[in-house]
């Protein structure tokens, strides 16, 4: 089966070395320091900071956040670097509305607490570490994106 271009336009070499950047830097955390790098984890650890409510202030929230507020700047500051130097510092631009990306993020965000991890957590990490949990939740992921992805093109022209 032959892949066609148009779901590459820009060609599929930055995705590939993306894929592989991100494997060995969830791979190096993990053999350097034995945690494990979920975004889901940062941003429960960094409300932690703020919030006095009895779910954010868990231990394993409160003792990682320092690590992990240090964890989400290298991955802001890496994506600072592949678009000044890879995209040419040009804006990227969508014709979603604001609301909808609010919404989504919205329920994104539940299902990551719902799920005990975000989409990269559970498919990068968990499934690194061979965790059934893990395999479990991108399967139901990957459904629900096939499924949805599936509706909307026959919904929209």
Not at 51 to 64: A, L, T
Not at 93 to 119: D, M, S
Request: with cysteine; proline share 4%.
């Amino acid at each position: 089966m032959t892949i066609p271009l148009s779901f590459f336009p820009h060609g599929w070499q930055h995705y590939l070395l993306g894929g592989l950047l991100i494997g060995a830097g969830a791979a190096l955390l993990f053999v350097m320091t034995g945690r494990i790098g979920g975004m889901s984890t940062v941003f429960s650890s960094t409300w932690s900071y703020l919030v006095q409510r009895s779910f954010f202030q868990q231990r394993r929230f409160v003792d990682s956040r320092g690590w992990r507020l240090v964890y989400a700047l290298g991955l802001i500051l890496g994506a600072l670097v592949w678009w000044l130097g890879f995209a040419g510092g040009k804006p990227e631009a969508t014709a979603v509305p604001v609301w909808q990306l609010l919404v989504g993020g919205f329920f994104v965000g539940y299902g990551a607490r719902l799920g005990n991890g975000c989409t990269s957590g559970h498919g990068i990490c968990g499934l690194g570490s061979l965790q059934l949990p893990s395999l479990l939740a991108v399967l139901t992921f990957m459904a629900t994106a096939f499924l949805t992805a599936n509706l909307i093109a026959q919904v929209m022209p």
